[in-house]
């Protein structure tokens, strides 16, 4: 049975994820389903390697993300004031309290990760924690906090594992001959073609609708997060401060988190225009904006 917590339902924002994660699910089924038909006596194999993707993204998505980040648990005696702060949320929220750790780096960021919430780690870094007034570091750990309440990391990985997916298959068809058959021949050559085709229009297709999940579930955060705590203007003033202070961080700092910024609290890198279509994250004014409003509700 699954465990409720004392975060606030966001309806709206439910509906636009299921809605999102619905047509995910409907572009894996009609990608299996073509390449099954491609591929003909070679769909067992196929099946077999999707299942064995899926299973060690699903699995290790905490320890690859910990890993990536040189994040190193504590106890409470290491980092009293984070343990603290995490103590009195979970309390809050009535949520099993999470590993807590911190990576050392410059970057001020936090993320939550872990398929379930008795396997959840919740991360700060070093650069979050010397610049955040206590506050504002409960504001952001709320946020996290939220992810995992919400399972917001297995959702997302199973949103993103057919890219995943697609992306594996292209290189495979490029590169390894997975798909040749007993030999050259005509046949063979399509199939080198339709199914990089098909794989690349899928990975593009379910990497933007990814994305848009993303976005929905970093709004659903803040919310959750602005109303557990009561204190919207403290969650806005750590994202105004944490993305100000992104400009501040060496390109190379920048860089090396990246790849990581869907788990982050705010991304080690925004862009404007275009770029707002494949960020994993809201832009800054569509979070403070929402903020305003529940700022404004509170106080009604």
């Known amino acids: 049975m699954a465990r409720t917590t004392r975060y606030a339902p966001d309806r709206g924002l439910t509906r636009r994820m299921g809605a999102t994660l619905f047509l995910i699910g409907l572009l894996y089924v009609v990608f299996m389903g073509a390449l099954i038909a491609l591929l003909q006596n070679a769909w067992p194999l196929v099946l077999l390697f999707a299942a064995g993707l899926f299973v060690v993204q699903f699995w290790f ?22 343990h603290g702060a995490v103590d009195r949320l979970c309390a809050l929220a009535d949520l099993p309290k999470p590993r807590v750790a911190i990576a050392d780096t410059d970057v001020p960021n ?3 990760t872990g398929r379930s ?39 997302m990985t199973f949103a993103s594992f057919l890219g995943v997916l697609a992306g594996t298959l292209t290189r495979m068809a490029l590169w390894s001959g997975m798909f040749r058959g007993a030999g050259r021949n005509q046949n063979t050559a399509v199939l080198m073609l339709v199914i990089p085709l098909v794989s690349a229009v899928v990975y593009v297709i379910s990497f933007l609708l990814t994305r848009l999940l993303s976005r929905y579930r970093e709004l659903s955060a803040d919310r959750g997060a602005a109303l557990l705590t009561g204190k919207p203007s403290a969650l806005a003033a750590a994202l105004t401060k944490v993305t100000g202070q992104m400009a501040h961080i ?51």
């Open 110 to 112: 936090a993320f939550a």
């Open 61 to 82: 998505s905490d320890r690859i993300a910990a890993y990536g980040m040189g994040a190193r648990e504590v106890t409470p005696r290491q980092a009293p004031e984070l």
């Open 117 to 155: 919430q008795d396997k959840a780690l919740v991360c700060a870094t070093t650069g979050l924690l010397r610049r955040l007034t206590p506050e504002e570091l409960e504001g952001v750990l709320a946020h996290e906090l939220s992810h995992v309440a919400h399972r917001d990391v297995a959702v």
């Open 250 to 300: 060496p390109t190379r700092d920048l860089r090396r988190a990246e790849p990581f910024n869907a788990f982050f609290f705010a991304p080690a890198f925004s862009g404007a225009s275009l770029a707002r279509l494949f960020s994993s994250h809201p832009t800054l004014e569509q979070r403070l904006d929402q903020l305003g409003r529940i700022s404004r509700e509170l106080g009604r």
